[in-house]
Nanobody, 119 residues
Framework: QVQLVESGGGLVQAGGSLRLSCAAS????????MAWYRQAPGNKREQVAA???????NYADSVKGRFTISRDNAKNTVYLQMNSLKPEDTAVYYC?????????????WGQGTLVTVSS
């Protein structure tokens, strides 16, 4: 079992930056992939970025070049640096952990942190 706690959300003006953090605890050695998802009101949840235990990353087209996912293994923490924020980035952002790299359903989820981008 893995517990995930997100932090760093808030209100920012368009063009601004925020950094989200996700602290993991528990059976962290079981984690193969960490990801950030987001869900805006009325929208489906979408994956924003992911990072493997080996450091490979993947991004949604909508955030490429603006968002960066990274991990600090010593702190068991994954970050999402968000630059050049747009109003359409407004959503609740969730951290998720995947144990089996061949699976598609993430095993553990955080409680979410709200990001609001004003125009």
């Amino acid at each position: 079992q893995v517990q995930l706690v997100e932090s760093g959300g808030g209100l920012v003006q368009a063009g601004g930056s925020l950094r989200l953090s996700c602290a993991a605890s528990g059976s962290i050695f079981s984690i193969s992939v960490m990801a950030w998802y987001r869900q805006a009101p009325g929208n489906k949840r979408e994956q924003v970025a992911a990072i493997t235990s080996g450091g490979s990353t993947n991004y949604a087209d909508s955030v490429k070049g603006r968002f960066t996912i990274s991990r600090d293994n010593a702190k068991n923490t994954v970050y999402l640096q968000m630059n050049s924020l747009k109003p359409e980035d407004t959503a609740v952002y969730y951290c998720a952990a995947l144990f089996d790299p061949y699976d598609s359903d993430y095993d553990s989820w955080g409680q979410g942190t709200l990001v609001t981008v004003s125009s």
